[in-house]
Antibody, heavy 122, light 112 residues
């Protein structure tokens, strides 16, 4: 059974940093691209960042470019999101999501975690 | 990276068919056959319903179907049921130079 478990969320002041983690199991982690998707309270889904299976291809939404860094450790079956210079508008539930296609990135997400809540407030 | 455009709401009676549109550009929906659709019930994580424009994952009802014409993709729900009431989002791969994705604005489906 595929499982994605996010952690690392919490309350943080504007301008500070936070690192999210996603522990994956139930599939061959290093065969698939992975993504972070967020949802602000009462709002829609927003793709945040994605990383290919070998970290050779990485992308970010314009709203987080230069502030967030995605990475993965295939030996630990883990995905990370380093979030710096946090703003109030980064407040959201952050989901880890698995790409559906093996070996390539198509930004279609067949498995999702339950999310970790990040609240940016003074 | 502008969000794909969806109608805010669509409604239908049980048994009817409804269609949700998702309009993008030649850089996303029109440029790739990597359009997907998600169903989200309140307080739950999104669920993949359609990928690669028209493919259904295992376990998804065949009442859900997808298509694409030009820069607009569509999700059709036939034989509408009460449990179909949820928010629906489209998504597309959107760049050939760097890895990028984009979601639609979301559509609330109401079963009357």
């Amino acid at each position: 059974e595929v499982q994605l478990v996010e952690s690392g969320g919490g309350l943080v002041q504007p301008g500070r940093s936070l690192r999210l983690s996603c522990a994956a199991s139930g599939f061959t982690f290093d065969d698939y691209a992975m993504h972070w998707v967020r949802q602000a309270p009462g709002k829609g889904l927003e793709w945040v960042s994605g990383i290919s299976w070998n970290s050779g291809s990485i992308g970010y939404a314009d709203s987080v470019k230069g502030r967030f860094t995605i990475s993965r450790d295939n030996a630990k079956n883990s995905l990370y999101l380093q979030m710096n210079s946090l703003r109030a508008e980064d407040t959201a539930l952050y989901y880890c999501a698995k790409d559906i296609q093996e070996g390539i990135v198509v930004a279609a997400f067949d498995y999702w975690g339950q999310g970790t809540l990040v609240t940016v407030s003074s | 990276q502008s969000a794909l455009t969806q109608p805010a709401s669509v409604s239908g009676s049980p048994g009817q068919s409804i269609t949700i549109s998702c309009t993008g550009t030649s850089s996303d929906v029109g440029g790739y056959n990597y359009v997907s659709w998600y169903q989200q019930h309140p307080g739950k994580a999104p669920k993949l319903m359609i990928y690669d424009v028209s493919n259904r994952p295992s376990g998804v009802s065949n009442r859900f179907s997808g298509s694409k014409s030009g820069n607009t993709a569509s999700l059709t729900i036939s034989g509408l049921q009460a449990e179909d009431e949820a928010d629906y989002y489209c998504s597309s791969y959107t760049s050939s130079s760097t890895l990028e994705g984009v979601f639609g604005t979301g559509t609330k489906v109401t079963v009357l």
